[in-house]
């Protein structure tokens, strides 16, 4: 229970990173300046959460820093939060937002089916019916079945689904390097890791903003930091650890839905019928899941 929570929570912060993006784009920092200073200046946090658990552990069961770990969780973090990323803010500029977002949240559907690969048998029927009314739920929330791709788009959606590949690789990662490293030290070597990569790209090939940028834009970028980066990613990891990468991929997929509903709320955005549709199908497709595993 505490991990489907865990991984709950985690997905609803990460939906509010659209709505902070959006205020930072509209006060003239653009897409490159808020990935790479949110992954930079989350890195002391992540660090800080790390050393917070380490304390809190006795000291007979301190965890062991395996190097061959260690790397693992550095690959994990250069490929999803450094090179999936910047493939999916790429893609934000040939295909429609709408159409990302069904689009990226194919990796539950990864990691379902690469884990069956693995394990060499087929997961219970009740996982995959609840991926295919969450999926469908997906279309409704996002709206990408009202919308035509052109061929010139085509080349968006393939850097997409190279981003949801990395999502679905993060997940399977984690899941065992959790365990042995902890959801602290996982995620801070990951994270600091991509940090450190945008830090060089943002160097060499950006243009910085770090001291430009006034008292609301800084207040901005701490939220997205904060509560939509260090709170939601650590959330994730814990409860990937304690409950698996194929159910907490299919709780994540509560993503969507919370960003609409946010974006109602706070943007006044409109709340279409589909989409209060799609929402409850995600809402009680994951619900009906985890009752029926608490049941067993």
């Not at 990460?14 to 990935?35: E, I, Q, R, W």
């Not at 701490?222 to 814990?238: D, H």
């Not at 650890?241 to 006044?268: D, N």
């Amino acid at each position: 229970m505490v991990g489907a929570l865990c991984v709950a929570a985690g997905a609803v912060l990460l939906a509010s990173k659209g709505l902070f993006s959006k205020a930072l784009y509209a006060h003239g920092l653009t897409y490159h300046d808020v990935a790479a200073i949110r992954s930079i200046l989350a890195i002391p946090g992540f660090l800080l959460i790390a050393y917070w658990q380490h304390r809190r552990r006795p000291p007979y069961t301190a965890l062991r820093l395996i190097p061959k770990d260690v790397l693992g969780a550095i690959f994990a973090g250069l490929l999803c939060y450094y090179l999936g990323a910047l493939a999916n803010f790429y893609a934000l500029t040939l295909i429609q937002a709408n159409v990302e977002r069904a689009l990226l949240f194919s990796y539950p559907a990864m990691v379902i089916i690469f884990q069956a690969l693995w394990l060499r048998q087929w997961p219970p029927a009740a996982t995959i019916i609840a991926l295919s009314f969450t999926s469908l739920g997906i279309f409704f929330v996002t709206g990408a079945m009202d919308t035509q791709l052109s061929a010139e788009q085509l080349e968006g959606v393939i850097w997409v689904l190279f981003c949801s590949l990395t999502i679905a690789i993060y997940f399977m990662m984690s899941a065992p390097l959790t365990q042995r490293l902890g959801a602290g030290n996982f995620t801070a070597i990951a994270m600091s890791t991509a940090g450190v990569a945008f830090f060089v790209h943002y160097q060499w090939l950006g243009e910085p903003h770090w001291l430009i940028m006034d008292g609301f834009a800084l207040a901005t970028m701490l939220g997205l930091v904060i509560f939509a980066t260090i709170l939601p990613l650590f959330f994730v990891a814990e409860g990937v650890r304690r409950i698996g990468a194929s159910r907490g991929a299919l709780i994540s997929t509560i993503g969507p839905p919370a960003t609409a509903v946010m974006a109602f709320f706070l943007l006044g955005e409109t709340l279409t019928a589909a989409q209060i549709a799609g929402s409850l199908l995600i809402i009680a497709s994951v619900g009906a899941l985890e009752l029926r595993l608490r049941q067993k």
